[in-house]
């Protein structure tokens, strides 16, 4: 069970990590950097699956995702709340579940360690918080 402080302290981490993890993905000329590594990185491990190349669609997607998931992380960052790591732990569920399904497709496999990651973020966040005193149920 976590300490209600030391589940700030995860809700930030988690947004520290996918702040790290993500950032490339934000625009289009460090998505291309981070594709090429990626690349590299799958043809190097010799790994079942492809790596395509983005058109401009996928580009654009990739973009927004990354966008979007830098600013939820900066949330987190500077407003670590329980209800925030509850709705990320949501968050990454559907990840797991649409990283699953793609790696179900035969895309690399290299999606498996970030797959692990979102998992392991969901469970350590859906994890029960003690209650200080005077406050209602656990959440």
């Known amino acids: 069970m976590w300490s209600e402080q030391g589940y700030r302290r995860l809700v930030r981490a988690s947004g520290v990590y996918d702040l ?3 950032a490339a993905f934000a625009t289009p ?3 291309m ?3 090429g590594q990626l690349a590299e ?3 190097a491990m010799g790994l079942v699956g492809e790596l395509p190349a983005f058109g401009p669609l996928q580009m654009m997607m990739a973009n927004l995702m990354g966008s979007i998931v830098c600013v939820w992380a900066w949330l987190r960052i500077r407003h670590p709340q329980r209800r925030f790591g509850r709705y990320d732990a ?3 569920v ?3 579940c ?3 399904y793609a790696l179900g497709q035969g895309v690399t496999e290299l999606v498996w360690g970030v797959l692990v990651l979102e998992v392991l973020w969901a469970v350590l966040q859906w994890w029960p918080v003690k209650q200080s005193a005077g406050a209602g149920a656990m959440v």
Do not use: D, E, M, P
Request: glycine letters at 10%; a positive charge.
């Open 29 to 31: 000329w460090s998505f």
């Open 94 to 96: 559907l990840f797991a």
């Open 33 to 35: 950097l981070l594709h």
């Open 20 to 22: 790290l993890v993500t």
């Open 41 to 43: 990185l799958h043809r």
């Open 98 to 100: 649409w990283q699953g």
């Open 90 to 92: 949501a968050g990454r």
